[in-house]
């Protein structure tokens, strides 16, 4: 009888591992569909998802750092393998607990958001380290893209530790992904796109000499939303673009630029 029983269930549990130790690649998360106060499926750690803890007033992974809980992690599924063109990009924010999320938190020395790679899940390597130094409080969420051409070829796990150095707040992470460069553009020929503001509501501002370029705005996959060969204001109206995240790519003669926009009304 036991047998039987196993032998029905048996590849069940092969589907149901299967689906969870590998991510598809490009591997986008943004935790939506996962019910609050959960890890998300093929996550390994301690770092829940809660509602209004992420882009748009949706779920987002958040640790809750206090006196009584002063280090969280979390590991994401293995994804893979990866290029020399891949990268990690993630949104965060540190947020005060005090009628969240009415204010940011103000950082001090300990207060730390470091991210590792690995190809094993066991060792890993200090990718970035966002601390006191480097982090400026903000309501607002912050784009990370960080490269992974030290990975290429291989299969990866990234890992999020967040640590307290004072005081009791959240450390929110929201739209993590592994993915390639942006319609294929290198790396050595994106330069930083100076437009404001952001995040945007109806209408992005750019230098006035960029007009003339062609512009493209895609969402974080590359897909491509809206896009206009000729530039002829410094003003681009987004009034038509829902909520979210994006790339705002111009482009002119000999080079590329870009910029990581978030609309928010």
Known sequence: MMKQILKKILPLLLVCISATAFAQYPFRDGFSGVPSGQVPPGYVGDIPVRGYHGLDDEKGLASWLKSSNQQDSIITPKVGPVNAKSYLLFFYRWVSDNIYPSEPKLPVKGDELEVFVSTDSINFTSLYLIDSAVHKPNLNFKVVQKYLTDYDGNYVYIKFRCSRGSGSYYMDIDSVQVAGTPLGIQESQMKELKAY???????????????????????????????????????????????????????ATGYTERKQIVIQR
Not at 212 to 231: H, N, P, S
């Open 197 to 251: 503001p952001n995040p945007a509501q109806n209408v992005i501002y750019i230098e006035q000499d960029k007009v003339g370029g062609a512009y493209m705005l895609t969402d974080l996959t590359g897909k491509v939303i809206e896009e206009q060969k000729t530039i002829t204001t410094n003003t681009i109206d987004v009034s038509g673009v829902a909520n979210g995240n994006y790339v705002l790519l111009l482009r």
